[in-house]
Structures are given as structure tokens and as C-alpha cells.
């Protein structure tokens, strides 16, 4: 499985998305045995988002509320379908459109 981290090669940080349920819990077990932390907490004992901030210093954020219309489609950081990035598609990159699907 490819790592989370990786994901933050030359950026400050990336927006993952979880379109589901699974998604996210795979999201949290995963970040956290690469060692994240969500605002001091283990992963796996903290919220999820839709969408989550990794970010290169090992630290996950979240977006939501006002952030969202304010930050996510207004910076050049990356958007990554975490599922398809779970799975080794090498098209996981994806647009704040197709991102923003609901399954």
C-alpha cells in the first residue's frame, strides 16, 4: 500500500476525500499507523470529514463550514480520491468537481 506522506512530496499539504464510510475508516487506520495525529489526537479517535488536509509534517486537519467555500477551491493544492489512491489507481488525482461527488 502506498503511503499517506508520500502524497505530500513538495506540497504543504493535500486534500484528501472520503466519499464514504469505509473510506474514512480506512482513512484513520491508515494515517495512523504512519504516525499522524488529528489536533493532538490518534487518528482513529478523532472525527472525519468528507474532506481532510494532510499535511507534510505528519499532522491531519479538517474542512468544513465556511473553509470549505473559502479554501478548497481556491489554492492550487492537490485532491486526491483516497479510495482510488488506496487501491494503486495511478489516476487518483481528481478535479474540486469530481471531488466533490456524493455516493
Not at 487506520?29 to 509534517?57: R, W, Y
Request: aromatic residues 12%; contains cysteine.
Amino acid at each position: 500500500m502506498q503511503k499517506l506522506i508520500d502524497l505530500t512530496n513538495g506540497e504543504k499539504w493535500v486534500f484528501i476525500h472520503l466519499t464514504n464510510g469505509k473510506a474514512k475508516a480506512d482513512f484513520l487506520k491508515q494515517s495512523e499507523a504512519e504516525g499522524f495525529v488529528v489536533n493532538g489526537k490518534l487518528p482513529t479517535q478523532a472525527t472525519c470529514e468528507q474532506v481532510m488536509i494532510l499535511h507534510n509534517d505528519y499532522t491531519i486537519s479538517y474542512l468544513h463550514g465556511w473553509a470549505i467555500s473559502t479554501v478548497f477551491g481556491h489554492t492550487k493544492a492537490k485532491h486526491v480520491d483516497y479510495e482510488k489512491y488506496k487501491n494503486g489507481d495511478s489516476n487518483y488525482y481528481c478535479s474540486v468537481k469530481y471531488c466533490n461527488r456524493k455516493q
